[in-house]
């Protein structure tokens, strides 16, 4: 089956710095990558997803990129805000998957 | 709409007992799915099903058991319920297909279990 390595585990940045989570799979069937944020006592949300056909794909101050030879996935959040402050989980699943497979979780501290 | 509901929020348990967690969704989706939280260990898949009337075996289904009756409901049981369960239970839904719009998953709101 699937498996999906995260790190770092916890990342501390400056507010308005950049911060880099990174992944990777082992399936080389995977081609649908999303990441979910999860903010303290909350449910885990969706903020951006990429298919394999795409090597990249931005959403205002979040972005992702992907590396299908390598088997590696980040997502990059520039310009950082306090209310980033959450844990972050990477996904990987083939596309019209029944399931995916989540990594451990990046907890990310932005310092005002 | 209310998305996806958990029934309990929270609850004790004793080692031996029994329980039902309930998940609703009212999105129609197809698939739906019943994670464990716990810490440095991430979102790990206990069961899901693909559709009403069927259930699948996920990363840690071992002392868990799953019903799909109806498409908006999905049932997670506890027979005998250990400590190694204490745990945050999600549950998530989304749409079948293979269309971008198919592949969000949408959580509930989780439910925090303690075994004693």
């Known amino acids: 089956g699937e498996n999906v390595e995260q790190h770092p585990s916890t990342l501390s940045v400056q507010e308005g710095d950049s911060a880099v989570i990174k992944c990777t799979y082992s399936d080389s069937a995977s081609n649908y990558f999303p990441w979910y944020k999860q903010e303290l006592g909350k449910r885990p949300q969706l903020i951006i997803d990429?298919?394999?056909?795409?090597g990249e794909k931005k959403d205002q101050r979040i972005a992702v990129t992907l590396n299908k030879t390598a088997k590696h996935f980040s997502l990059h959040i520039t310009e950082t805000q306090p209310e980033d402050s959450a844990v972050y989980f990477c996904a990987a699943g083939p596309a019209g998957y029944q399931k995916v497979t989540f990594g451990i979780g990046t907890k990310l501290q932005v310092i005002p | 709409n209310a998305g996806v509901t958990q029934t309990p929020k929270f609850r004790v348990l004793k080692t031996g007992q029994s329980m039902t967690l309930l998940c609703a969704q009212d999105?129609?989706?197809?698939?739906m799915y019943w994670y464990r939280q716990d810490p440095g260990m991430g979102l790990r898949l206990i069961h899901y099903s693909v559709g009403e009337g069927t259930t699948a075996k996920g990363e840690v289904p071992d002392g868990y058991n799953v019903s799909r009756l109806k498409k908006q409901n999905f049932l997670l049981g506890l027979e005998s319920a250990a400590p190694s369960q204490t745990s945050v239970y999600f549950c998530?839904?989304?749409?079948?297909?293979?269309?971008?719009?198919?592949?969000?998953?949408?959580f509930g709101p989780g439910t925090r279990l303690t075994v004693l």
């Open positions: 999105m129609n989706h197809e698939y």
């Open positions: 998530a839904s989304r749409g079948g297909g293979v269309a971008s719009s198919y592949n969000e998953q949408f």
């Open positions: 990429i298919r394999s056909n795409v």
